[in-house]
């Protein structure tokens, strides 16, 4: 049963979940480019993610205790938050994946329900909040030079997307981004190269990962997180 006085909200980056995760039955943790991307495409062949702080001493033997892959900078190993990267992982595996963005907000989760959310599976992770009265969905956010939050368009648009299929009441914030993704829905793939992260991505020689993430609802996969990892049941074909 739907219900139509459920509270929907939308705010930015790991400051947010720290905020308000407590106050949330849900928590949605969007990073399009790339974190939560590689998430979906991971989960859906049947792998498992581990979230880790970028940086942090102890992701080797963090990685070896898991029997777990350590993903890398883009070019530099097998698995890295290059979604293309992902689709070689085989069912059964995981990877550990540093991530200045997602992982931390991931991180910065109490307990409840913590989901993966980006474009490629938004409605199926939509249709996984209805579970809760409560649902945060945060856009996790770019970093400027000096560290600070930086609002960028893909995650505001794949916030959008998701809470585009949301019932209850949205807040003023939440409203706005869904206003966003049905400006832009018609032509997600053009939004998202033509935003800094994806020029910059392009600029790198990674246009396919701006692709990839650009599938609007191209799984039905939801990746849910444990308190330590990442995974479901795979639900569709990648």
């Given at each position: 049963m739907t219900n139509t006085s459920s509270q929907v909200r939308c705010e930015w980056g790991e400051s947010a979940v720290r905020s308000l995760g407590s106050e949330s039955d849900v928590i949605v943790i969007v990073d399009v480019l790339s974190f939560s991307t590689c998430v979906d495409v991971?989960?859906?062949?049947?792998?498992?993610?581990?979230?880790?702080?970028?940086?942090?001493?102890?992701?080797?033997?963090?990685?070896?205790?898991?029997?777990?892959?350590?993903?890398?900078?883009?070019?530099?190993?097998?698995f890295s938050l290059s979604p293309a990267s992902f689709r070689a992982l085989n069912s059964g595996e995981s990877v550990v994946l540093p991530s200045p963005n997602g992982a931390m907000a991931v991180l910065a989760a109490g307990r409840g329900l913590v989901l993966a959310g980006c474009l490629r599976n938004a409605a199926a992770v939509a249709s996984a909040c209805t579970h809760g009265s409560r649902v945060l969905v945060v856009p996790a956010g770019e970093r400027w030079p000096d560290g600070s939050l930086r609002p960028c368009l893909e995650d505001w648009l794949g916030a959008g997307a998701i809470?585009?299929?949301?019932?209850?009441?949205?807040?003023?914030?939440?409203?706005?981004?869904?206003?966003?993704?049905r400006e832009l829905q018609a032509d997600i793939p053009q939004a998202l190269r033509g935003c800094m992260s994806g020029r910059e991505l392009i600029e790198r020689g990674y246009p396919g990962d701006v692709d990839i993430a650009a599938e609007?609802?191209?799984?039905?996969?939801?990746?849910?997180?444990?308190?330590?990892?990442?995974?479901?049941?795979?639900?569709s074909a990648q």
């Amino acid at each position: 049963m739907t219900n139509t006085s459920s509270q929907v909200r939308c705010e930015w980056g790991e400051s947010a979940v720290r905020s308000l995760g407590s106050e949330s039955d849900v928590i949605v943790i969007v990073d399009v480019l790339s974190f939560s991307t590689c998430v979906d495409v991971a989960v859906s062949r049947g792998g498992r993610v581990f979230p880790y702080k970028p940086n942090a001493p102890g992701a080797s033997a963090f990685a070896q205790q898991r029997r777990a892959y350590l993903a890398l900078a883009r070019g530099e190993g097998a698995f890295s938050l290059s979604p293309a990267s992902f689709r070689a992982l085989n069912s059964g595996e995981s990877v550990v994946l540093p991530s200045p963005n997602g992982a931390m907000a991931v991180l910065a989760a109490g307990r409840g329900l913590v989901l993966a959310g980006c474009l490629r599976n938004a409605a199926a992770v939509a249709s996984a909040c209805t579970h809760g009265s409560r649902v945060l969905v945060v856009p996790a956010g770019e970093r400027w030079p000096d560290g600070s939050l930086r609002p960028c368009l893909e995650d505001w648009l794949g916030a959008g997307a998701i809470l585009s299929h949301l019932p209850g009441v949205p807040t003023g914030e939440a409203r706005a981004a869904i206003a966003a993704f049905r400006e832009l829905q018609a032509d997600i793939p053009q939004a998202l190269r033509g935003c800094m992260s994806g020029r910059e991505l392009i600029e790198r020689g990674y246009p396919g990962d701006v692709d990839i993430a650009a599938e609007l609802d191209s799984s039905s996969t939801v990746p849910m997180y444990d308190g330590e990892a990442f995974s479901c049941e795979p639900t569709s074909a990648q």
